[in-house]
């Protein structure tokens, strides 16, 4: 069946390193997503792409940055590790023009 | 700017009461609403759109253009239905793709 998934489900680091998250969908789809949730912020856009080599910033894109090599994959880049960067992270995939998005399983990332 | 704002961080109810979860958004131009839920330990799921008018578990959620609204409601919770909350808003559509705005997030305890 066609999925998203994303790695490591649980990571911890240390401040200062740098960090990627990985995103991979199955499905095809051109557009991809990633958020961070954390309590009283819900989930908030950090980068996304409509497509092959597409990047945008979302909302709290600093310290974040993503590249988009193929239709499947969306690693997210944490190009050095903060203590505030210690959240939930959700990939999710959406067919072009379509507003309903599919969501991965969620990395939790802790920032030591 | 979009902005969705879920005022309850938790509503606590009882099995076979009526739970309703509100939503208010702003939008200046023609929204497109979702509800999406996320039981304990698992990935966000779409629970509900505006634009299919359907009921799902149970749940319908009314668009209100006067109120900027989109209020999920059931009549009977059900202890199943105990899970995290997110309204989310599509505002500008493009033909690449859409970006989601979602709310704080409400989550929901049904006790026995």
């Known amino acids: 069946d066609a999925e998203i998934t994303q790695s490591p489900r649980h990571k911890i680091t240390e401040t200062g390193r740098q960090v990627t998250l990985a995103c991979h969908q199955t499905?095809?789809?051109?557009?991809m997503f990633w958020y961070r949730q954390d309590l009283g912020h819900g989930l908030r856009l950090i980068h996304y792409?409509?497509?092959?080599?597409?990047?945008n910033k979302g909302e709290v894109s600093d310290g974040y940055s993503v590249s988009r090599s193929n239709t499947e994959d969306l690693p997210l880049t944490l190009e050095s590790a903060a203590s505030s960067q210690t959240s939930v992270y959700f990939c999710?995939?959406?067919?072009?023009?379509?507003?309903?998005?599919?969501f991965g399983p969620g990395t939790r990332l802790t920032v030591l | 700017a979009q902005r969705v704002t879920q005022p309850e961080k938790l509503l606590s109810v009882f099995k076979g009461a009526p739970v309703e979860l509100k939503c208010n958004y702003s939008?200046?131009?023609?929204?497109?609403l979702f509800w999406y839920v996320q039981y304990s330990r698992q990935r966000l799921q779409l629970l509900l759109r505006?634009?299919s008018r359907e009921s799902i578990k149970g749940f319908t959620a009314d668009l209100n253009k006067g109120e900027t609204s989109f209020h999920l409601k059931k009549p009977f919770a059900q202890e199943e239905d105990s899970a995290m909350y997110y309204c989310?808003?599509?505002?500008?559509?493009?033909?690449?793709?859409?970006?989601?705005?979602f709310g704080g997030g409400t989550r929901v305890l049904v006790k026995p």
């Open positions: 999710a995939s959406s067919v072009r023009g379509s507003s309903r998005q599919f």
């Open positions: 499905w095809n789809h051109n557009n």
């Open positions: 939008y200046s131009g023609s929204p497109e």
């Open positions: 505006h634009i």
């Open positions: 792409s409509y497509g092959v080599h597409d990047t």
């Open positions: 989310a808003l599509s505002g500008a559509r493009s033909a690449a793709g859409n970006k989601l705005t």
